[in-house]
């Protein structure tokens, strides 16, 4: 059970389907997994239903019903019932495989990184996964922007506690730490930047290529 | 702990079956008349209530198109929302959520879909706006929330009618508008941080907020 929760206010966007793709990513991955947020995105859900419903209504034209009913006639193959499809993760579909099989750079002692920025077009957002080996640590840096993390397998701690499997990490520019993986399990997230991080320990100059 | 949970979401999961069979009557109460439509559209493609569902939900979602600044593809939305609709319905359960829910996250969906499909200049994205942004009781393996779903659209609509303009107005953008929440606060020339106040007040009321994040 994960302890580590996204704030209503991120719920909040994900169910009014703001949030960028891979924002939306991490939140459902940590709705996967928890109960919890899974009945508060419901309620928001229905929130959203009575907010469109309380609002103005505008008419259709006078024919959109007829063009609807004719689509479905003459183009059945693409108007049929769709079939339950079989549940895959986003991640799996995304990666296509393993992600401890997955061709990690190496940056410096215990991280490993790889850019998967560009599985997400058009948007602004960096994505990142990031790897930190059992036992290993991190060097200490903050954030510039907002960070959103979650956590894809093992677990993490820095000073505000530890940080397991499917939990939800929101960072931002007060937020100093320097992560330990703890476990027998490589740790690895999965993190959506605004914004470069900023290193503030000692291996600042060596690092900054990565943690950029 | 959690096992004892556990076994109560699972009792909770059972009870509705079960009275399904034995007192239809009973059950049927609990149904929304739109979930009634959505079943007969959805088991017998049945056209008269698919075309009731469109008279009262079209023009809901012909103003979200516009409201989300998608005037110009309104009536394009609002037919591939009832396309959706149409091919989904087959696997609407209304133990799994009330029909209007069912149907915001369709057109919160196929709105999605429609920006990326007038954004897009690269190749496909690997993932697909279902694998993001889930319709509820589709893939799900554990229906335990289907009482608290029927409840909560019921208790929101109550609770709603109790919270100051002020916070309506904040949520309205978020939804209708396609609104971050420092647009918002951009746009009504108030500071983030009153903006973000009022959306915590109001979840607050609406029960969204968990007992650990109150501010």
Known sequence: MTRHHPDSLTLMEYSAGNLSEPRALCIRLHLEQCPECRGRVDTLDSLGAVMMDQQPKVSVSDTSFEQLMARIDEAPEDTSPVAEAPKVSPLQKLLGQDINDLPWKRQLGDVSVLDITDKFPDQHDRVVLQKLVAGGKAPAHTHKGDETTVILQGAFSDQNGVFNQWDFVSLDEHDEHRPVAVGNEDCITLSVLSAPVKLTGTFTRLLNPFIR | ?215
């Not at chain 2, 100051?164 to 209708?176: F, N």
């Not at chain 2, 903006?195 to 969204?208: D, P, T």
Request: hydrophobic share 40%; proline share 4%.
């Open chain 2, 1 to 215: 702990m959690i096992a004892i949970k556990r076994s109560t979401h699972a009792t909770v999961k059972e009870r509705p079956v079960t009275t399904l069979d034995q007192k239809p009557a009973k059950a049927e109460g609990r149904k929304d008349p739109w979930g009634v439509l959505l079943e007969k559209v959805g088991k017998h493609q049945d056209r008269a209530a698919y075309q009731a569902l469109f008279e009262h939900f079209a023009p809901q979602i012909k103003y979200y198109a516009i409201s989300n600044g998608i005037a110009n593809h309104a009536e394009e939305l609002v037919q591939e929302v009832f396309i959706s609709i149409w091919r989904r319905s087959c696997l609407y359960d209304w133990r799994k959520a009330a029909a209007s829910t069912w149907i915001f996250t369709i057109a919160r969906n196929q709105r999605i879909d429609m920006l990326r499909k007038l954004q897009r200049r690269n190749a496909e994205m690997a993932v697909e706006t279902e694998d993001l942004w889930q319709i509820p009781g589709e893939n799900e393996d554990e229906p335990v929330t289907s009482l608290h779903r029927l409840m909560s659209e019921r208790r929101i609509r109550e609770s709603l009618g109790q919270l100051p303009e002020e916070q309506i107005t904040v949520i309205a953008k978020v939804y209708m508008e396609h609104k971050s929440h420092q647009m918002v606060a951009d746009e009504l020339g108030i500071p983030l941080g009153t903006v973000k106040s009022r959306v915590r007040l109001a979840l607050n009321k609406l029960k969204v907020i968990l007992q650990d994040q109150n501010v």
